[in-house]
């Protein structure tokens, strides 16, 4: 009788341990879930060298091919890189009004501020809205290897 009892225990232990242990992986795994995005927010942008030059990784180049834009950083500035043409420009990715964030409009081959809708033209100029600046702009160098370099504003 009681070795009947034990056989019939054990599954209904391991079954127990079994949910505990996919409770307790579940939970790390939420928290890990809700921990990342802060983490990654709160983390400042990559610095690269003291007004080094900056190369644009695989990723972000076929993003630039793709989305013809991407955003990179550069000694620890926000550079957006536009690729129209055949011709690769770079600004500062920082709006000249209050600092938004800029973006790039393919169909309207501007750089646009969401924030309060100014535009700059393809040589930081502005086009229209509150930005009372042109963008600063950066040198693009593409290597003969096809990669692209980034370097500090010109003077
Ligand atoms: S911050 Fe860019 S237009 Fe105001």
Redesign the pocket.
């Known amino acids: 009788m009681e070795e009947h009892t034990t056989t019939v225990d054990k599954p209904a232990t391991s079954r127990r341990h079994f949910i505990d242990l996919l409770l307790g992986v579940s939970v790390v795994a939420w928290l890990a879930s809700v921990a990342y995005p802060i983490i990654r927010y709160l983390k400042p942008l990559p610095q690269t060298g003291s007004g080094g030059p900056t190369h644009l990784t695989r990723d972000e180049a076929s993003k630039l091919e793709q989305k013809q834009f991407v955003i990179v950083p550069v000694s620890g500035q926000r550079v957006i890189v536009v690729n129209v043409q055949d011709r690769t420009c770079a600004f500062s990715a920082k ?6 964030t ?1 973006t790039y409009l393919p169909g309207q081959s501007v750089i646009w ?6 535009r700059f033209d393809l040589n930081g100029r502005v086009l229209s ?3 009372p600046r042109p963008l600063s702009q950066y040198a693009v160098n593409r290597q003969p290897d096809g990669g692209i370099v980034i370097s500090e504003e010109r003077a």
């Open positions: 709006c000249t009004h209050e600092g938004c800029v501020c969401p924030c309060h809708d100014g809205g509150p930005p």
